[in-house]
């Protein structure tokens, strides 16, 4: 089972600074199979990045998505308050899905 | 626009058996390019997969839940269906179904249920 860790659990930024958030898999991940969810509090998480670098139909192009093999990372270029909510990474292979524990990025 | 929605009890008792529907609408479920899923999060607590099934019934589980898991499909309701036996207060959380779209991941979620374990 592959196991996704991601870093750093809080970030703490203020509006228009930039996130770089950081998914690393215990074994090389697809790609193809590699996304990114937002989540707000009392809400279902949101498909932001798939095909670990593809954004979600609407998405501003302030978030972006990279990496391959084992390590991947969402980078939200310059926050808006709406951005501030916690972020998952989540993969697909050998017929078995897991979730990053989440990243929370937070008001400064 | 494609639409999930989670129903079932909100309060189970220990050593019960959690039983949770997904109704999709807005589209069908049976296509072969889709699984449908399960997610939960317990409260304050990260998202965990519980399993995954397609149209024709073909399952994948979490193995870390498997043994108390099924789930299943009616697709002449255009639902699909969780049983989680032998629950104790760490199965507490809320339950999501999602539509897993192959590179797309999960696309669509449903609005979450919450289910408390208790006596």
């Known amino acids: 089972e592959i196991v996704l860790t991601q870093s750093p659990g809080t970030l703490s930024l203020s509006p228009g600074e930039r996130a770089t958030l950081s998914c690393r898999a215990s074994?090389?991940?697809?790609?193809?199979?590699l996304a990114w969810y937002q989540q707000k509090p009392g809400q279902a998480p949101r498909l932001l990045i798939y095909g670990a670098s593809t954004r979600a139909t609407g998405l501003p192009d302030r978030f972006s998505g990279s990496g391959s093999g084992t390590d991947f990372t969402l980078t939200i270029s310059r926050l808006e308050p709406e951005d501030f909510a916690v972020y998952y990474c989540?993969?697909?292979?050998?017929?078995?899905?897991?979730f990053g524990q989440g990243t929370k990025v937070e008001i400064k | 626009q494609l639409q999930l929605q989670e129903s079932g009890p909100g309060l189970v008792k220990p050593s019960e058996t959690l039983s949770l529907t997904c109704t999709v609408s807005?589209?069908?479920?049976?296509?072969?390019?889709?699984?449908w899923g399960w997610i939960r999060q317990p409260p304050g607590k990260g998202l965990e997969w519980i399993g995954n099934i397609y149209y024709s019934g073909s399952t994948y589980y979490n193995p870390s839940l498997k043994s108390r898991v099924t789930i299943s499909v009616d697709t002449s309701k255009n639902q699909f269906s969780l049983k989680l036996s032998s629950v104790t207060a760490a199965d507490t959380a809320v339950y999501y179904c999602?539509?897993?779209?192959?590179?797309?991941?999960?696309?669509?979620w449903g609005q979450g249920t919450l289910v408390t374990v208790s006596s």
């Open positions: 074994q090389s991940v697809s790609s193809s199979y």
């Open positions: 999602a539509r897993w779209f192959g590179e797309l991941n999960f696309d669509f």
């Open positions: 807005g589209g069908s479920i049976i296509s072969s390019a889709y699984y």
């Open positions: 989540q993969q697909y292979g050998s017929s078995l899905w897991t």
